[in-house]
Protein backbone atom coordinates (compact mmCIF):
# COMPACT_ATOMS: atom_id res chain seq x y z
CA UNK A 1 0.00 0.00 0.00
CA UNK A 2 1.36 3.15 -0.94
CA UNK A 3 2.25 6.04 2.30
CA UNK A 4 -0.35 8.50 3.02
CA UNK A 5 0.46 11.68 1.48
CA UNK A 6 -1.90 14.07 3.09
CA UNK A 7 -2.18 15.00 6.74
CA UNK A 8 -5.51 15.57 8.56
CA UNK A 9 -5.53 17.42 12.02
CA UNK A 10 -8.66 15.55 12.76
CA UNK A 11 -10.99 13.02 11.55
CA UNK A 12 -13.86 11.26 12.50
CA UNK A 13 -14.70 8.04 11.85
CA UNK A 14 -17.64 5.52 12.38
CA UNK A 15 -18.01 2.09 13.28
CA UNK A 16 -20.36 0.20 12.13
CA UNK A 17 -20.65 -3.22 13.63
CA UNK A 18 -24.17 -4.09 12.28
CA UNK A 19 -23.54 -7.70 11.10
CA UNK A 20 -20.09 -8.06 13.72
CA UNK A 21 -21.55 -11.11 15.10
CA UNK A 22 -21.59 -13.04 11.66
CA UNK A 23 -18.47 -11.57 10.45
CA UNK A 24 -16.59 -13.51 13.22
CA UNK A 25 -18.79 -16.63 12.21
CA UNK A 26 -16.92 -16.32 8.89
CA UNK A 27 -13.67 -15.11 9.87
CA UNK A 28 -13.46 -18.10 12.20
CA UNK A 29 -14.82 -20.35 9.92
CA UNK A 30 -13.34 -19.81 6.30
CA UNK A 31 -16.10 -22.14 4.77
CA UNK A 32 -18.74 -19.74 5.50
CA UNK A 33 -17.22 -16.44 3.72
CA UNK A 34 -18.52 -15.32 0.54
CA UNK A 35 -22.05 -17.29 2.22
CA UNK A 36 -25.29 -16.41 3.73
CA UNK A 37 -25.08 -16.73 7.17
CA UNK A 38 -27.76 -16.13 10.51
CA UNK A 39 -26.62 -16.48 14.05
CA UNK A 40 -29.17 -17.42 16.50
CA UNK A 41 -29.87 -16.76 19.70
CA UNK A 42 -28.43 -20.24 21.37
CA UNK A 43 -28.17 -23.30 19.85
CA UNK A 44 -31.85 -24.11 19.71
CA UNK A 45 -32.76 -20.27 19.14
CA UNK A 46 -35.02 -19.35 16.41
CA UNK A 47 -34.82 -15.77 16.00
CA UNK A 48 -31.54 -13.88 13.93
CA UNK A 49 -29.82 -11.66 16.31
CA UNK A 50 -27.86 -11.08 13.21
CA UNK A 51 -27.03 -12.00 9.65
CA UNK A 52 -24.17 -11.42 6.90
CA UNK A 53 -24.42 -9.22 4.55
CA UNK A 54 -24.95 -12.09 2.07
CA UNK A 55 -28.04 -12.91 3.79
CA UNK A 56 -29.29 -9.12 3.66
CA UNK A 57 -28.62 -9.10 -0.12
CA UNK A 58 -31.41 -11.91 0.12
CA UNK A 59 -34.02 -9.63 2.45
CA UNK A 60 -32.74 -11.51 5.90
CA UNK A 61 -32.98 -9.44 8.50
CA UNK A 62 -32.23 -8.85 11.94
CA UNK A 63 -35.03 -10.11 14.36
CA UNK A 64 -36.65 -12.42 12.03
CA UNK A 65 -37.34 -16.01 12.32
CA UNK A 66 -35.25 -18.46 11.34
CA UNK A 67 -38.39 -20.17 9.02
CA UNK A 68 -39.08 -16.92 7.20
CA UNK A 69 -35.51 -16.10 7.13
CA UNK A 70 -34.99 -19.52 5.05
CA UNK A 71 -38.36 -18.77 2.70
CA UNK A 72 -36.01 -15.95 1.67
CA UNK A 73 -32.33 -17.59 1.30
CA UNK A 74 -32.77 -20.97 1.39
CA UNK A 75 -29.19 -21.55 1.35
CA UNK A 76 -29.07 -19.73 4.67
CA UNK A 77 -26.07 -21.30 6.95
CA UNK A 78 -27.50 -21.36 10.72
CA UNK A 79 -25.10 -20.53 13.47
CA UNK A 80 -25.74 -20.43 17.02
CA UNK A 81 -24.63 -17.19 19.20
CA UNK A 82 -21.16 -17.61 20.57
CA UNK A 83 -21.46 -14.41 23.31
CA UNK A 84 -18.22 -14.67 25.02
CA UNK A 85 -15.88 -15.18 21.42
CA UNK A 86 -17.86 -11.34 20.35
CA UNK A 87 -16.89 -10.02 23.67
CA UNK A 88 -13.75 -10.70 23.43
CA UNK A 89 -13.04 -9.70 20.05
CA UNK A 90 -15.26 -6.23 20.85
CA UNK A 91 -12.96 -5.79 23.94
CA UNK A 92 -10.05 -5.64 21.44
CA UNK A 93 -11.60 -3.87 19.08
CA UNK A 94 -13.20 -1.13 21.89
CA UNK A 95 -9.69 -0.90 23.44
CA UNK A 96 -8.10 -0.39 19.10
CA UNK A 97 -10.69 2.77 19.30
CA UNK A 98 -9.93 4.01 22.79
CA UNK A 99 -5.71 4.02 21.68
CA UNK A 100 -6.91 5.86 18.48
CA UNK A 101 -9.26 8.20 20.21
CA UNK A 102 -9.91 11.63 21.65
CA UNK A 103 -13.45 11.23 21.80
CA UNK A 104 -15.05 7.77 21.88
CA UNK A 105 -18.76 7.68 22.08
CA UNK A 106 -20.71 4.13 22.13
CA UNK A 107 -24.28 4.75 20.54
CA UNK A 108 -25.95 1.54 19.99
CA UNK A 109 -23.98 -1.71 20.95
CA UNK A 110 -23.02 -1.51 17.43
CA UNK A 111 -21.77 1.97 16.26
CA UNK A 112 -18.83 3.47 17.53
CA UNK A 113 -18.19 7.35 16.53
CA UNK A 114 -14.92 8.18 17.13
CA UNK A 115 -12.48 11.42 16.73
CA UNK A 116 -9.15 10.27 15.96
CA UNK A 117 -6.19 11.74 17.18
CA UNK A 118 -3.83 13.63 15.45
CA UNK A 119 -2.32 11.49 12.67
CA UNK A 120 1.57 11.43 14.28
CA UNK A 121 -0.17 9.60 17.38
CA UNK A 122 -1.40 6.97 15.45
CA UNK A 123 -0.52 3.32 15.46
CA UNK A 124 0.56 2.08 12.24
CA UNK A 125 -1.67 -0.95 12.14
CA UNK A 126 -5.00 1.56 11.11
CA UNK A 127 -4.08 2.59 7.38
CA UNK A 128 -3.32 -1.31 6.47
CA UNK A 129 -6.26 -2.33 7.41
CA UNK A 130 -8.35 -0.49 4.21
CA UNK A 131 -7.33 -1.50 0.89
CA UNK A 132 -7.73 1.14 -2.12
CA UNK A 133 -10.89 0.46 -3.66
CA UNK A 134 -11.97 1.24 0.07
CA UNK A 135 -13.07 -1.97 0.85
CA UNK A 136 -11.81 -3.48 4.73
CA UNK A 137 -9.13 -5.48 4.56
CA UNK A 138 -8.94 -8.95 6.77
CA UNK A 139 -7.18 -8.32 10.00
CA UNK A 140 -6.32 -11.54 11.62
CA UNK A 141 -6.07 -12.22 15.25
Not at 11 to 34: C, K, T, Y
Not at 83 to 97: C, D, E, F, N
Request: proline share 9%.
Amino acid sequence: MAPLTCYWPRAIIHVDMNAFFASVEQRDFPELRGKPVGVTNGELGTTLITCSYEARAAGVQTGMRLPEARRLCPGLIRRPARPSVYAGISTRIKHALRDISINLRYGEFTVAPATLLERSTMPNVIAPAWRPDGHRRHIPD
